[in-house]
């Protein structure tokens, strides 16, 4: 599973850093970051997907197979 | 602190011994038609992958800040998915630099003839100008009517004025305006080599990048390769603020601050440092006299060229007081996207500010060093690593200055000597 997650968007509702804490990084004023660069390990992929749903402004979204190659630094 | 606003309108335009005619030297006035064409400009091109070896070859990498190596970058969106889009990106946004502006007003055709250069060597036919300066759009939209009636170049180029900011010049701003929205920057992926304007694969050139496609062209790889150093080939413009030569200067990279001060008749025994790329990579003590101006010289010292913008900072302008002023700048000029950003680069400011002011303790200190590191990268733009660039330079080259403003006194600041806000701003005469 790869995701993505768009910072502008983020209103710091911090319900992704209680589902999937080792995913998103949480800064001291409540906003995140992905800690990796999207790529979520198998074990994590619960949390995620409970963090993907509960977002109230949808800043995150899984990435279809197609978009996961996108912003790979190796092109 | 009291501000006051200083705006250094920059007359002084020169090359450095040896660079030849590339970017600024003979140019009086406005470049026109005949005048471009007579120096072997609109050359034809005889096979796009010919051009793409001889640009990869020359070793030209972007001027625009990021440095990323433009045959690359070519390749990449020649190869996407969809028909490419082409942008010739002049929207400056950072206030202590003045050279895109100067080539768009000044060197038109040099910038059309590079981005039609970009389109050829892309398969494009969709090529873009994106300026906020009104005198650079004007200047853009005469040469394109030269070269439309004299029959040089068919393709139908969109010239698009949008408001100067900060961001507006990043890459996703450019193509989100392009799309028809805000000139804000998105988050990434997708870059725009991969979808950008329409969702097509866009390159988006800084237009002093463009403008040395045609010298390429017209030099060769080796013959571009005649000034610079082996890694970093060619020239750039520097825009040099903070002294009595400020103005904007072709040099060949690897020439060293020292050198180029000396070359333009500047006293160097005052300089207490110099402030990076514009607002973008902080602060160097005054051992960046003799660090060359090239990336990874400059990257191995902890800073950066950046869009080539440098300013001086002398014995009458505190270091402390200076970095303040940047990231009063980031913290009111940011694009008030991302939590992160807004929130640091406030927070990042109300420290500095208070230091300035002999109002913060240790404590503040460590504060703005977890900032410095913590926050970097936690932006969708580039705008809260320039704000963490400058408190990390800060606190690293001038570690005393720091102390001295948590439990000392500053001469300088106590002497009243303010800084102007925004600090070291640069701009073109009335044009």
Known sequence: MKIKLDRTVCDGFGLCAVHAPETFSLDEWGYVSLAGAGDV?????QGVRRALLDCPVHAITELKPVEAQQGDPAR | MSLTADVHVTTAVAAHPGVGARLVAGVVGREDLHQYLSAGGYAAVEDAEHLLREVDRAGLRGRGGAAFPTARKLRTVRTGRGVPVVVANGEEGEPASVKDRWLLRHRPHLVLDGLRLAA?????????????????????????REVAAAGLWDAAVTVTLVEPTYVAGEETAVVRALNGGPALPMDKPPRPYESGVAGRPTLVSNVETLANLPLV??????GYR???????????????????????????????PRGVLGWLGEETGTVSGLLMGGYFSGV??????????????????????????????????????????VMAYFARENAAQCGSCFNGTAAMSAVLEALVEHKAGADDVRRLTHW????????????????????ASLLREFPDLVATHVDGTCGICDAGVRVTDPPYAAALPAG
């Open chain 2, 226 to 256: 005649e000034v610079g150093t082996a890694a970093a080939p060619g020239t750039f413009l520097l825009t040099l603020t903070g002294c009595a030569a400020s103005g904007l200067y072709e040099i060949p990279f690897g020439q060293t």
């Open chain 2, 284 to 325: 160097l003590g005054r051992r960046a006299l003799d660090i060359p101006l090239d990336y990874d010289s400059l990257k191995a010292a902890g800073s950066g060229l950046g869009c080539g913008a440098v300013a001086v900072l002398s014995d009458r302008s505190c270091p402390v007081a200076v970095s303040a002023a």
């Open chain 2, 372 to 391: 410095s590191t913590f926050l970097r990268g936690r932006g969708a733009c580039g705008t809260l690593d320039g704000a963490t660039n400058v408190a």
């Open chain 1, 41 to 45: 390990a198998p074990e994590h992929e």
């Open chain 2, 217 to 222: 062209q017209r030099l060769g790889a080796a």
């Open chain 2, 120 to 144: 050829l060597a892309t398969g494009s036919g969709d090529p873009h100008v994106y300026v906020s300066d009104p005198a650079s759009e004007s200047s853009v939209r005469q040469a394109l």
